[in-house]
């Protein structure tokens, strides 16, 4: 029996993780459950799973039987391994927490890494605990690497579907709008990591994470446009020789994969080749996309900057998905964060949510005018 504390339960992964729960229940239980502002949800979950403990950031009285957790730390207090599937710059503070437990993290949570990834590491180590990958990129070049983290390698390719707007033009991006943004061809994702896959940012946070997951310079590691999202990424070694992880994009099986790895256990079909028929790679379009280009130089800056890139995405974005700025402006937000800020060594998680809100309060500054920050 795997103890999970899920973090982010009422997000797109959290409810994926609930259904392998649902499948497997001798296998999995959920020992804590904890979600933002959709208390009702939460709620329902608790009915469903007794949990030992849970929290909400909103208002909450879980069922009888169900304790409140009153910090972070309790959630991980019975777990085996703590899956971090909560959304944002938000997630860090429960990656960090469930590490200090001595916890195994599963991680789901992006920003963990590309703004926390020296921290989070640095902790990882000192506690001897193990992250394992959930985004379906790093679980496949874990998969590819025999989930062996001293293994060597030359190159990491991580795909990339191109999102809805792969093949429109400057002229064209200009006028997309949140719905055409929130209709990605392939995966079925949160409203924000789907915007981050139509401007390439997430591409950019992935090429981030690998770096501190596999601890991969980044000159060694690439993108490639593949619009079928079949081959979920690849690993190049000394000799020559390319190992791919291919599937059909569907997350519950890196998620169920982190939970039990090296095992597998049925989870999703097989893929039909003859079916699929044609798989395409294409040049990665960096210059029609710059936010994917500004998350590089945020990443080869380090210290602070991801961060700030971060920070003042994620009030793009949302300014985006309000309909009050256009899809490049999304770009020029973070590109004016990212020149006003200067770059400080990583020392303490205080310092990145101080950061993370000044990027924040700099970017609504720049998207709704000085009066309104
Ligand atoms: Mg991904």
Redesign the pocket.
Known sequence: MTNIALIGCTGSIGRQAADIVRRYPDRFRFTALACGTQAGELAALCEEFSPRRALCEAPFTPPQGVRRAHTKEELFEDCDVALIAAGGFAGLSYTLAAIAAGKRVALANKESLVCGGELVMRAAKERGVEIVPV???HSAIFQCLAFRRDASFRKLILTASGGPFLHKTEEELRRVTARDALSHPTWKMGAKITVDSATLL?KGY?IIEAKWLYDAPFEAIEAVVHPESIVHSLVCFADGAALAQLGYPDMRVPIQLALTYPERLPCAPQPDLAAIGTLTFLPFPAKKFPCFSLALEAGAAGGTMPTVLNGAGEVAVDAFLKGRISFPAIADTIRDALNAFSREDVYSFAQLAETDARARAHARAFVYGKSSS
Do not use: L
């Open positions: 985004d379906s990129e997430n992935e």
